[in-house]
């Protein structure tokens, strides 16, 4: 158990926490849900550089990593849908598409095959946690000063809710085509593990 994939089990263990956290109707629980998710996805970027620079990249880190991931950035939308920021039919495409081909993976990995994230996999991951930052953002700013007064009227305005809604619809609409290109890429393979 190398450092790296102690920092990958960490941002698995952090994801509970950051929900517990984020759903506190309360100030500082709200910026405790921030610090926490900040140190979670720290912990990706620390888990890959570490990985690299050691030169100990393991199987075990190979598939944990992107699972973690996955784990993170589904308690994040769970929670968003929760407070109201986010579709849950939205959330809820994204999510079993991530454990659709979370179970392919496992399924491969069980018959000593390992389905690496392509390219594009990456780009969802980045698009996901990009669109789960902006949104939290806005969370964490509402939470913080409302209650000092500062009511922008960006809180309550239709447009924002809007605009979540379009960044949602793109991540979920990116999520999709990526696990289809997953199927895709790794038909022949997945037919094997099928039989």
Known sequence: ????????????????????????????????????????????????????????????????????????????????????????????????????????????????MLITPSFWARIKTVLQMTTISVILLFVYLKAMLVPLGYNWSMFDSPTTIWVFDIMMFVTMIVTVATGLHYLVRHAPLIKNIVR
């Open 1 to 112: 158990m190398n450092l790296p994939n102690k920092l990958t089990l960490a941002r698995i263990a952090l994801s509970p926490v950051f929900m517990a956290l984020i759903l506190i109707d309360d100030t500082r629980a709200k910026l405790a849900s921030l610090m926490v998710f900040v140190i979670a996805a720290l912990t990706d970027l620390g888990d890959g550089y570490f990985a690299r620079k050691t030169g100990r990249i393991t199987g075990f880190g190979k598939f944990m990593d992107p699972l973690a991931d996955k784990i993170l950035a589904s308690t994040a939308l769970i929670s968003l849908v929760a407070l109201g920021y986010v579709h849950g039919w939205m959330v809820v495409t994204i999510v079993a598409r991530e454990f659709l081909i979370t179970g392919v993976r496992s399924m491969a990995a069980y018959r000593g």
